[in-house]
Nanobody, 127 residues
């Protein structure tokens, strides 16, 4: 049974940092592409960052480029999202996602290209 469990969310002031973690069971991250998405109330799920199955391709949404970093620890079967210089508009529920097989660079950004999802962790940035 595949399970992704996010942690590390919370309340932080603008300009602060958080590190989200996504621990996997039932699959091996080193063989899969992984991504982070976020969703605010009333909005569609939005791409944040992704790392391709080989680990060599990384994509970021323009809104987080230079502030967020996606990384993985294959030994711990865990993916991280380091978030720095947080802004109130970063407030959302953050989800990790994963799937197998290659996709195009742009395909890393598509919700429909991921079968496995975590339950989400709330990030709230106060102004």
């Amino acid at each position: 049974q595949v399970q992704l469990v996010e942690s590390g969310g919370g309340l932080v002031q603008a300009g602060g940092s958080l590190r989200l973690s996504c621990a996997a069971s039932g699959l091996v991250f080193s063989r899969l592409r992984v991504a982070w998405f976020r969703q605010s109330p009333g909005k569609e799920r939005q791409f944040v960052a992704a790392n391709g199955w080989s680990g060599g391709t990384t994509e970021y949404a323009d809104s987080v480029k230079g502030r967020f970093t996606i990384s993985r620890d294959n030994a711990k079967n865990t993916v991280y999202l380091q978030m720095n210089s947080l802004k109130p508009e970063d407030t959302a529920v953050y989800y990790c996602a994963s799937d197998s097989g290659p996709v195009t660079r742009s395909g890393l950004r598509w919700v429909d290209n991921y079968r496995y999802w975590g339950q989400g962790t709330q990030v709230t940035v106060s102004s």
